[in-house]
């Protein structure tokens, strides 16, 4: 089963193409990274998948064929935006019951267990909580509506360094463990190197590579994925450049 | 961290059935309780106000009513004692309550209507919201149509309270100058309660409408107040009187202030139009040059004078007994309105990218 699958997928804001012919599949059960230089159109396609925009050509369909935003997927896919939203004058508590009320499914005692275990008091405004507080209760909301398909826009690019660690476990643990598939977007690539199974690489709204991580780092002779992805995009830049 | 094991899964059912629509009614309260509680302490503090002003008034009009012979000095002096706490009143034509109580509607409708969905957009959250289970249109609908209701059953419930207040002013025949201009119908008619209820609807409805368009709080309450007077000035101005054709009638007409609205008056002179309202110069000079300044200058002393040269006074009116109809009618098409707004607001959280 593939958790996204793009035909021709296109979106355009005014006269410029945030995104443009892109097709892909994603398989399940993988951490994909998507990967790409700001304004590459990842929040683009994120945005898509989840249904939160509408294509202006070709289709997008997640969970095995279901239209994106729709309830089936909806119900399915679990997304935390950039800067993680909250309703910051809402306490912790507050969070919990309106996510619970909203969803089909929710994980009431995996929620107050990670959040207790984070050392996150439930009376507490979302608001005043810490940048990384904050993202750990986004995802700790996401993760307790138990989907089969967690999506991350930028998880960790406010983070400090040991935030994003503690983040970015907390995500492996529910990929491996509970067998989410995951989909995250990042221009951090360090972070990525540990993660990602799988790989797709955007630049100027536009696929440039996607596979899996082993096969597309045989193939371009690379040892790690920063290189790969770093060479792959100064390589496109200075065509494009050039041309 | 403790490993989880694999929770069960939904069966790959493609038809899900709609999460229930009470779930929303938890997650609107504790959204916009501070909103609400916002409203519910001005509408209590402005109840509390016309209850500590209202009951004397109240207790004024009761005694003078109840005084006989109505002509002794002593119901005089009760009837001096009601007109004087009626004219002195914040509510009278001095003092500044009318226009507050205006306001009403635009205020709540503006700052409870705008922010619904201009405060998700401004920061962010209807990426969380609009990705939940429960559908973003679903969610837009259950939140509008609550939040209206309740403003709609609050505000009725003050349009009770400002006709009990008025109360004596209308049913006695007492009118304390100016409070109700020339009719019953031009003031205070869109507080009522069913008009007043009504304007505060379409006020939220317009806000949430503005707030989705423009897509930032501040901004969007602007608008919403811009609209709302717009509106609010257009009916009152030119729309209210044509709600039902106005009853026409001719001779010297004055049906006092309580029992009519006078829309407009004109002459006619062998069954043709003459001249709208007062006479103009050149024929007061043809035929009433002659009458003595201190009869011209009595009720319609040049009428009078016209009236013997052939023309006719017309007079159109609507009478008293349309003021609850008239109510209906403007409470409908703002409900009619209402509803129109909420729908192309919704529509527009279905279709709109974010």
Redesign the interface.
């Known amino acids: 089963m593939n958790v996204v699958e793009a035909s021709g997928l296109g ?1 355009r804001y005014g006269r410029t193409w945030a995104l443009r012919e892109c097709t892909l599949e994603i398989p399940a059960g993988r951490v994909a990274a998507l990967v790409g230089p700001n304004g590459a159109g990842k929040s683009t396609l994120l ?1 898509l998948a ?5 294509p202006s050509a070709g289709a997008v369909t997640v969970l ?1 064929g ?1 239209p994106a935003g ?3 997927a ?2 399915g ?3 935390v ?3 993680t ?6 306490s912790v508590a ?1 969070m919990i ?3 619970r ?5 929710f ?1 009431q005692p ?1 929620a107050r ?1 990670r959040l207790d ?1 984070l050392g996150i008091p439930l009376t507490r405004k979302a608001g005043k909580l810490s940048g990384g507080q904050q993202a750990q209760l ?1 995802l700790t909301l996401a993760l307790a ?2 989907p ?1 398909l967690l999506v991350l826009d930028e998880p960790v690019a406010m983070l400090d360094p040991v935030a994003r660690h503690d983040f970015m ?2 995500v492996l ?2 990929a491996s ?3 989410v598939s995951v989909l995250l977007s990042s221009h951090v690539l360090t972070e990525l190197e540990r993660v990602a199974g799988y790989l797709i690489l955007l630049s100027r709204g536009q696929v440039r590579l996607a596979g899996e991580v082993g096969d597309l780092l045989a193939a371009h002779g690379q040892a790690s994925l920063e290189q790969l992805a770093l060479g792959y995009l100064r390589e496109t830049q200075t065509s494009e450049v050039t041309r | ?7 069960a ?2 069966s ?3 038809t ?1 059935r ?2 229930p629509w009470r ?2 009614a ?2 609107t309260w ?2 916009h309780r ?1 909103t609400l509680a916002g409203v519910a302490v001005l509408l209590g503090a402005l109840a509390v106000w016309l209850w500590v002003t209202g009951t004397p008034l109240h207790h004024a009009s009761a005694a003078a009513a109840a005084c006989h012979p109505a002509s002794s000095p002593a119901c005089q002096n009760l009837e001096a004692t009601f007109d004087a706490s009626a004219t002195s009143n914040v509510m009278s034509n001095k003092g500044p309550g009318g226009v507050l109580l205006q306001l009403v509607p635009a205020l709540i409708g503006a700052f409870a209507g705008a922010p619904v969905l201009a405060r998700e957009l401004e ?13 973003r249109w679903r ?1 837009a609908l259950a939140k509008l149509v609550l939040l209206g209701v309740v403003l709609a059953a609050a505000t009725a419930a003050f349009g009770c309270l400002v006709s009990w207040y008025f109360q004596p002013y209308s049913s006695t025949g007492h009118q304390a100058p100016g409070l109700f201009e020339n009719s019953p119908f031009a003031n205070l008619f869109g507080l009522r309660e069913v008009t007043f209820p009504a304007w505060t609807l379409a006020a939220f409805a317009i806000g949430a409408l503005a707030g989705m368009l423009i897509r930032r709080v501040v901004p969007a309450i602007v608008a919403t107040l811009a609209v709302y007077a717009g509106l609010a000035f257009a009916t009152a101005g030119f729309l209210r009187e044509h709600y039902l054709t106005p009853l026409a009638t001719t001779g010297t007409f004055n049906p006092g202030t309580s029992t009519a609205w006078v829309i407009g008056q004109w002459s006619a002179k062998d069954g043709r139009f003459a001249f709208a309202g007062n006479p103009p110069d050149s024929l007061i000079n043809q035929f009433c040059s002659s009458l003595p300044p201190e009869k011209a200058a009595g009720p319609d002393g040049f009428t009078q004078c016209l009236a013997q040269h052939g023309y006719v006074q017309w007079t159109s009116y609507q009478p008293a007994s349309r003021f609850w109809p008239f109510q209906w009618i403007e409470g409908g098409w703002l409900l009619v309105l209402s509803a129109l707004l909420i729908a192309v607001t919704i529509w527009l959280v279905r ?1 709109r ?2």
């Open positions: 979106k945005n989840v249904g939160l925009s509408v095995g279901r729709s309830p089936a909806l119900d896919i679990a997304f935006a950039q800067d939203p909250l309703y910051k004058n809402l507050d019951y309106v996510t009320s909203l969803n089909r499914r994980d995996y267990a275990d986004a509506r138990r089969r476990a907390t643990a529910a463990a509970d067998g | 961290m403790t490993a989880r094991t694999v929770p899964r939904p790959a059912e493609d899900l709609p999460l779930r929303m938890g997650v504790r959204q501070i920061t962010g959250t209807f990426r969380y919201a609009w990705t939940q289970g429960f559908g969610w279709r990218a974010a």
